[in-house]
């Protein structure tokens, strides 16, 4: 199975779907709009890993890592047809902490202290 990243903003995150009594669902909706036209992807997560959804709202910043699965599927009337979907496997708010333990927090702002002092008096040698 390949998998994908996702970078977006998060427009949907539905209801957990009883399905069967095995099996459950719980879609994300993510927009992605760093080409011409933005992306409405739908990420489906299943079973254990609708609970990761838990704490998510639209308008969030997210990455959302999922696998693609690809189905063939043929009708009663002999036509065979392809189906594509994304597999939810993990999701992070933009800016959390990486999968390593590491963090892409930005540098704090500058103070006055890091401000040059004004009226040409400074420490420089030239």
Not at 16 to 45: A, C, H, M, N, W
Not at 63 to 72: D, I
Not at 106 to 112: H, K, M
């Amino acid at each position: 199975m390949a998998q994908v990243t996702i970078n977006g903003t998060i427009k949907l995150v539905g209801k957990t779907q009883d399905i069967s009594e095995k099996f459950r669902k719980r879609e994300l909706v993510v927009t992605e709009g760093t080409g011409q036209y933005p992306q409405q992807i739908p990420v489906e997560f299943t079973q254990d890993k609708t609970g990761l959804l838990d704490g998510f709202a639209p308008g969030e910043q997210v990455t959302v890592m999922a696998y693609v699965n690809g189905r063939e599927w043929t009708g009663r009337d002999g036509v065979t047809k392809y189906f594509l979907s994304l597999k939810g496997e993990r999701i992070e708010r933009m800016g959390a902490a990486s999968p390593s333990g590491g963090s892409q927090q930005a540098p704090p702002p500058p103070t006055a202290a890091d401000m040059p002092a004004i009226g040409g008096e400074d420490d420089l040698p030239f």
